[in-house]
């Protein structure tokens, strides 16, 4: 079984170092690596911020590797990182062959291959998920973190390269903590579980404005004459991005419409990925819940697991994918690891709470 796994693991690492150099060498020519080449040339390096800023830190760290080394070992260095980061999250779980070779299949596509093999932030994104995944799962399971040190340094990597991740991240700590403190059982997750979602109304009813002038500045971020970004149709009104959310958590995920695949290859190719992965996904939540209404049980603990982490990311990520595919397939990369894991453990059904019986109530 060992040699097995190990074989898993080698031709996924054989695959995620094939990726770097077709980054390098083939990707380049169709698209942009984003500021890959920057951080590589020292265009962000400045030791002085680097622990307090994402972007001079990995352009600090990329520029002081490739100096030494060369621009290859330093994309290669990046892939290896983001390899410890699924590993670490795949030691907390604890999978069967067929179910770790599931996961490093649907992790091999070449969207997340490509953008988690070179010195970028998704990278590092992949890291710092991981440790994070890694010790929420181990905490769900034992009812205590895996490595303090580790859940430590993932957080503030989080906060560092994406603090908006930390509001789906606190949600599903605050689920399992609150619920393992007060031992909580099928009705008492039920209580909690409703309590979530009217914290999350309240949190997005109260803030609204302040969203809403976020994103009155956010297409500006994005350049009209790339050929790739959309015509901002959005968010044209107040409070659009809670009317435009729905199509946009959509666009976000996917990426490119059919219309857009067809202009450019690359697009299509992802597309086809994007729909995939859809369907993969689709199928396990199908499976998930269609399960507990035959057996007639609602399992409110796992429910509730998946939708404080899963739904809170989905929506913090849209407003930066919507407006370009191309950006929509990138920033999917930072999360895709932790959504599928997210996924496969309530899939797996872990941990042992009892169901409530529909109709109990």
């Given at each position: 079984?060992?040699?097995?796994?190990?074989?898993?693991?080698?031709?996924?690492?054989?695959?995620?170092?094939?990726?770097?150099?077709?980054?390098?060498?083939?990707?380049?020519?169709?698209?942009?690596?984003?500021?890959?080449?920057?951080?590589?040339?020292?265009?962000?390096?400045?030791?002085?911020?680097?622990?307090?800023?994402?972007?001079?830190?990995?352009?600090?760290?990329?520029?002081?590797?490739?100096?030494?080394?060369?621009?290859?070992?330093?994309?290669?260095?990046?892939?290896?990182?983001?390899?410890?980061?699924?590993?670490?999250?795949?030691?907390?779980?604890?999978?069967?062959?067929?179910?770790?070779?599931?996961?490093?299949?649907?992790?091999?596509?070449?969207?997340?291959?490509?953008?988690?093999?070179?010195?970028?932030?998704?990278?590092?994104?992949?890291?710092?998920?991981?440790?994070?995944?890694?010790?929420?799962?181990?905490?769900?399971?034992?009812?205590?973190?895996?490595s303090v040190p580790m859940l430590m340094l993932g957080l503030y990597l989080c906060m560092l390269f994406k603090p908006l991740y930390m509001i789906p991240i606190f949600a599903i700590g605050l689920f399992l903590v609150i619920g393992k403190k007060l031992r909580a059982k099928a009705l008492g997750w039920s209580i909690i579980l409703v309590t979530f979602f009217i914290i999350s109304a309240a949190l997005i009813y109260f803030s609204i404005d302040f969203l809403n002038d976020i994103i009155s500045y956010l297409p500006l971020h994005f350049s009209s004459e790339a050929k790739s970004t959309r015509e901002n149709i959005f968010w044209l009104r107040d409070y659009d991005i809670l009317n435009s959310a729905p199509l946009g958590v959509f666009l976000a995920i996917t990426g490119p419409t059919f219309t857009e695949a067809l202009e450019k290859t690359t697009h299509f190719i992802s597309l086809i990925e994007s729909y995939i992965l859809m369907s993969v996904y689709g199928t396990m939540l199908f499976y998930i819940f269609i399960r507990d209404f035959v057996k007639a049980k609602i399992n409110v603990y796992y429910i509730g697991f998946l939708c404080a982490g899963l739904i809170w990311l989905l929506l913090v990520n849209y407003p930066f994918g919507v407006l370009n595919p191309g950006s929509a397939l990138r920033y999917r990369s930072n999360y895709s690891m932790y959504s599928l894991l997210l996924i496969l453990a309530v899939y797996k059904r872990f941990g042992a709470v009892k169901a409530i019986k529909i109709g109990d109530y």
């Amino acid at each position: 079984m060992q040699m097995k796994f190990s074989k898993s693991w080698s031709a996924f690492i054989l695959l995620k170092i094939i990726y770097t150099f077709v980054a390098l060498y083939v990707y380049i020519k169709f698209s942009t690596l984003g500021d890959t080449f920057d951080y590589l040339q020292g265009n962000y390096f400045y030791p002085e911020k680097m622990l307090l800023h994402s972007t001079y830190m990995i352009g600090t760290v990329a520029h002081f590797i490739s100096s030494a080394v060369g621009d290859v070992a330093t994309n290669l260095s990046f892939c290896f990182l983001s390899i410890l980061g699924l590993r670490y999250a795949l030691n907390t779980m604890n999978l069967n062959l067929r179910e770790l070779q599931f996961v490093l299949l649907i992790l091999s596509f070449p969207t997340f291959g490509i953008w988690t093999s070179i010195a970028s932030k998704e990278a590092v994104s992949v890291l710092f998920m991981g440790l994070i995944f890694g010790n929420v799962y181990h905490y769900s399971v034992h009812k205590k973190v895996k490595s303090v040190p580790m859940l430590m340094l993932g957080l503030y990597l989080c906060m560092l390269f994406k603090p908006l991740y930390m509001i789906p991240i606190f949600a599903i700590g605050l689920f399992l903590v609150i619920g393992k403190k007060l031992r909580a059982k099928a009705l008492g997750w039920s209580i909690i579980l409703v309590t979530f979602f009217i914290i999350s109304a309240a949190l997005i009813y109260f803030s609204i404005d302040f969203l809403n002038d976020i994103i009155s500045y956010l297409p500006l971020h994005f350049s009209s004459e790339a050929k790739s970004t959309r015509e901002n149709i959005f968010w044209l009104r107040d409070y659009d991005i809670l009317n435009s959310a729905p199509l946009g958590v959509f666009l976000a995920i996917t990426g490119p419409t059919f219309t857009e695949a067809l202009e450019k290859t690359t697009h299509f190719i992802s597309l086809i990925e994007s729909y995939i992965l859809m369907s993969v996904y689709g199928t396990m939540l199908f499976y998930i819940f269609i399960r507990d209404f035959v057996k007639a049980k609602i399992n409110v603990y796992y429910i509730g697991f998946l939708c404080a982490g899963l739904i809170w990311l989905l929506l913090v990520n849209y407003p930066f994918g919507v407006l370009n595919p191309g950006s929509a397939l990138r920033y999917r990369s930072n999360y895709s690891m932790y959504s599928l894991l997210l996924i496969l453990a309530v899939y797996k059904r872990f941990g042992a709470v009892k169901a409530i019986k529909i109709g109990d109530y």
